[in-house]
């Protein structure tokens, strides 16, 4: 997965949501801010917002469910939800009940390259906002109570997945089975097995090796004086050491030439739920405006041509979409829907069969119109509050863009011609013949009718790892 996933729900009556009269999304330009870059190695990113009394930060360590031990996969994603239970001379409890004795917030999450921390204060409070935000970066209390706690929730939430909601999980085995033993394959979250196995001494290791000054980018938005905050954060992780060891290295995925299947049984399934993959482009493919409006087209909203075909059309499923998730060294690209057992086949012939409409030349020039309205009208709903500055922030520094990604987008966008798009569909979207295919379903069922679609490897649900067997 990429540095965060934000998803924004937006309902239409029309078929596609129009910029207003003499809007041009390239208005949204990056604010000016401060880079400082510390002895130690830490960035800070520093954006001035006085429209209201709140700070907001990003904080990124570079890793994530990449630097996991291979047999104790989650063990970023432990951690990561350690560094709120308890920093410094705070304990859990403490810790919670200080941050919202002044309507703060602090949050924690894990990724597939890296563990971030998110939060916000009152602006009068930013003093004990870099103080607690030291203290969970450089000093959390990772306690052996608080682990198991979180160990064995986890666990149970896979098996609720399992039992009630399995649309999470068709991106896990997608990924695994896409990316096999490739580091963008693994579960952040972990496995009921790999979780298991994770003790509480692998947790503080991990700390040790992955947490440094070297591997952190704090970005910061908000009601503040740049001079003040930069003096606060730099007295404050100045000393911070580098992490116990580099990061690994990423190497170059595997293309998939020929389509492959996965199904996973879930003998009690009255639904199937399938997704469909390809390996894809890395967060700095400058064909960005053209990728994101051809996803649009076949299955980014509502009207897509996937859900229209799934859903308005045939009434075979509730819903059905796309996405790109681009990451710095390549990514995925998918597509998922769900169905009632007896109309597996049916639904998945008809997915492809519109992946196949798509490669033939189906996109009008109307269409491509309506898209890029939609976009222009979507993408400056991410840049307004000083939450999503600092997130923004700490996006391109990440990943190494230039403010460029934000100022020009608007133009890209408005410049994509026709042409454009149908020359990323050729380059870029998979057909359907050199996808992996990924099933979870009643397989007594649905197992003979899956076989006409390649290979087929099948495994249980029931399984404590999401091994593909691929």
Partial sequence: MSLLRRIVIVVATACSLTAPAGFAASAV???NFEKVKLA?????????????????????I????????????????????????????????????TVASVGGSITTGASTESISVGGSFLARDQKLMVELLADVLQRPRLEQAQFETLRDRSIEFIRAAKDSDRSELTPIY??????????????????????????????????TDNFGADRVIIAVAGDFKTAQLKSLLSRAFANWGKAGKPLPTVPKQTEITARRVLLIDAPDAVQSYFWAGDVNVAKSDPRRASL??????????FTSMLNTELRIRSGLSYGANSRFDR?????????????RTEK????????????????????????????????????????????????????????????????DYGNQLAAVTLDD??????????????????????????????????????VKLSDPEFQTGQ
Wanted: net charge negative; glycine share 10%.
């Fill in 29 to 31: 330009k990056t604010p």
């Fill in 40 to 60: 130690n190695g830490a960035t800070l990113l520093l954006m001035e917002r006085h429209d209201v009394p709140l700070i907001s930060f990003t904080a990124v």
């Fill in 62 to 97: 570079r890793g994530g469910a990449l630097t996991d031990p291979e047999d104790r996969l989650g063990t970023a994603s432990l951690t990561a939800s350690l560094l709120e239970k308890g920093a410094g001379n705070r304990d859990a409890n403490t810790f919670a009940e």
């Fill in 174 to 207: 997608g990924a695994a089975s896409l990316f096999g033993a490739h580091p963008y394959g693994r579960s952040v979250g972990g496995s009921e097995a790999s979780l298991a196995a994770i003790k509480h001494a692998d947790v503080r290791q991990y700390y």
């Fill in 292 to 301: 994101d409006i051809v996803n649009t087209l076949f299955g980014g909203r």
């Fill in 327 to 339: 990451m710095a060294e390549g990514g995925s690209w998918e597509l998922g829907s769900f169905t």
């Fill in 344 to 407: 597996t086949i049916e639904a998945i012939d008809l997915a492809l069969a519109t992946l196949d409409q798509l490669h033939a030349g189906a996109l009008e020039k109307a269409q491509l119109e309506s898209a890029k309205s939609y976009v222009l009208g979507q993408y400056p709903l991410g840049l307004e509050t000083a939450s999503q500055w600092a997130y923004q922030l700490a996006t391109l520094e990440f990943y190494g863009l230039d403010r460029s990604y934000i100022d």
């Fill in 421 to 458: 798009a149908k020359r990323v569909i050729d380059e870029v979207i998979p057909t359907s013949r050199q996808l992996v295919l990924v099933v979870i379903g009643k397989a007594e069922v649905i197992r003979d009718g899956l076989r006409k679609y390649g290979p087929l490897t099948e």
